[in-house]
T-cell receptor, first 114, second 118 residues
């Protein structure tokens, strides 16, 4: 099983809503990531979890709240988002977190904030 | 600072043509890794290849080949006899020094959108 599964695939939410994005991997990977990708741009790193602990927060606004309940799951809780937060949100995992690690990506959640 | 430049933002080719996607990088690190990822319309980025800075051997995998030249800081990707299924956005990426958290900092290029026309 070399998949990273993300749900939902599409999400439309209002600026006052609270929603969550979910990500799951069963490859035994020790690092998990959230990336944000705007149209025609490369992915931008948001958060890194290693061994279920938050290792990196790339100065992401607090309206995005990550959570890693266990080694296979990664959530991104959304609250009071802005229209400019509309983007493709990609989850990724890697076996470790060194230079040589290749990333395994999910197919993303396309988020629209109205 | 790391930088990855993919000067070709969009390329269109007719099926069965060969196409080369260019990637030029900048880094002060002596040890680093280069990657290519493919992002089809379905959204997920798919790993294609990884190269470390000490291995300048070119690689071929089926219709795909990669040319790593340290002297010109380039890591170009060639698709031979392109097919419609090759239509995607291709990202070149560089992984260099670790940041203070011990995490590899990956820098992606802006991507090259390849359209293969039947």
């Amino acid at each position: 099983d070399t998949e990273v599964t993300q749900t939902p695939k599409h999400l439309v939410m209002g600026m006052t809503n609270k929603k969550s994005l979910k990500c799951e991997q069963h490859m035994g990977h020790r690092a998990m990531y959230w990336y944000k990708q705007k149209a025609k741009k490369p992915p931008e790193l948001m958060f890194v979890y290693s061994y279920e602990k938050l290792s990196i927060n790339e100065s992401v606004p607090s309206r995005f709240s990550p959570e890693c309940p266990n080694s296979s799951l990664l959530n991104l809780h959304l609250h009071a988002l802005q229209p400019e937060d509309s983007a493709l949100y990609l989850c990724a995992s890697s076996q470790g977190w060194g230079q040589r690690e290749k990333l395994f990506f999910g197919s993303g959640t396309q988020l629209s904030v109205l | 600072a790391q930088k990855v430049t993919q000067a070709q933002t969009e390329i269109s080719v007719v099926e069965k043509e060969d196409v080369t996607l260019d990637c030029v990088y900048e880094t002060r690190d002596t040890t680093y890794y280069l990657f290519w990822y493919k992002q089809p319309p379905s959204g997920e980025l798919v790993f294609l290849i990884r190269r470390n800075s000490f291995d300048e051997q070119n690689e071929i995998s089926g219709r795909y080949s990669w040319n790593f030249q340290k002297s010109t800081s380039s890591f170009n990707f060639t698709i031979t006899a392109s097919q419609v299924v090759d239509s995607a956005v291709y990202f070149c990426a560089l992984s260099g020094s670790m940041n203070s958290g011990g995490y590899q900092k990956v820098t992606f290029g802006i991507g090259t959108k390849l359209q293969v026309i039947p």
